[in-house]
């Protein structure tokens, strides 16, 4: 298939908006990784009318899809680990055109995963596993055991995947596979929940009791990017923190999350007034600040 799309690709090769090319072969019939096509073609650039452009090919009964990228959006689903399809893209594709060596530095990079990098990731995991834990919860004490579940394996994914970043690694399609290896206790957990055959409310019930250990021994870490910037000054308001820079990747969750984080002790709030009699604006801060 790629002396087929050759000519395509050697075409955008000779454009110096072109930062690099990769193809992704499927490896075996049921892998998902190339989203059901036998070749993906995969282009970056530096700049494009749309983030993302989608071309897709057929010869004989073979297909192909090129993947057209904006160097901006690439670097946004890494950081975010929204797409990680395209992790392993870069990864294990094959090069074949770099120009100034952008892919193999990209690689190379990969491959390090930056501890700054992983605090962002592991920030937004644990922002999603906060809400999707307190969500589940809430449903679980009304009763709603199916959407209880639900969410509690979206937890469980997240937790995975914050362990998974915390150990140094990317988390990859098959995440649960990684898992098994890195952190069998989790595992384990979210083995027991999908094929125990105990009723669903004695499952969910189970499983509340031991996350409760497992996301309490991961605060530290899953806060650190947050607790990181609020040391910068001695209080913040919602709204200075939910604008942030960084914090905006998980803004959407960052109510809960803080919440949470007061519950346990690791963040304080402070009430100053307003010129409403009794309204007070609420602050937040890290004890040793003040």
Known sequence: MEDILRPIYQERASQP????????????KQSPITDTFDTILLIVVKEAEHPVFIKHYTYEDRKAAMHLVTE??????????????????????KIVFDRNE??????????????????IKMGIEFAKLIRRYMDGK???????????????????????RLAVIENGFHPEVTVWNQVKQIEPEIYKLYEELVNSEESIEK??????????????????VGASHLIGIMSEKQEW?????????????YSVDLAVM??????????????????????????????EQV
């Open 17 to 28: 908006n072109t930062l690099g090319i990769v193809i992704m072969e499927k490896r075996d």
């Open 72 to 93: 901006k959006q690439l670097n946004e689903w890494l950081l975010l680990g929204s797409n990680r399809k395209m992790v392993e893209w870069l990864l294990t594709g």
């Open 102 to 119: 952008y892919i193999d530095n990209l690689r190379t990079e990969l491959k390090d995963f930056p501890f700054y990098g992983r605090k």
């Open 138 to 160: 809430a449903f679980f004490e009304t009763r709603h055991f199916l959407d209880a579940y639900n969410h509690v394996v979206h937890s469980l994914h997240h937790l995975a």
């Open 203 to 220: 499952r969910l019930e189970l499983l509340f009791l031991a996350s409760e250990f497992l996301i309490h021994s991961r605060t530290e």
């Open 237 to 249: 308001s919602f709204q200075e923190l939910q604008f942030h820079q960084e914090i905006s990747y």
């Open 258 to 287: 803080i919440e949470f984080l007061i519950e346990k002790g690791t963040l304080k709030t402070k009430a100053v007034e307003t010129k409403g009699k009794g309204i007070y604006h609420r602050y937040y801060f890290i004890e």
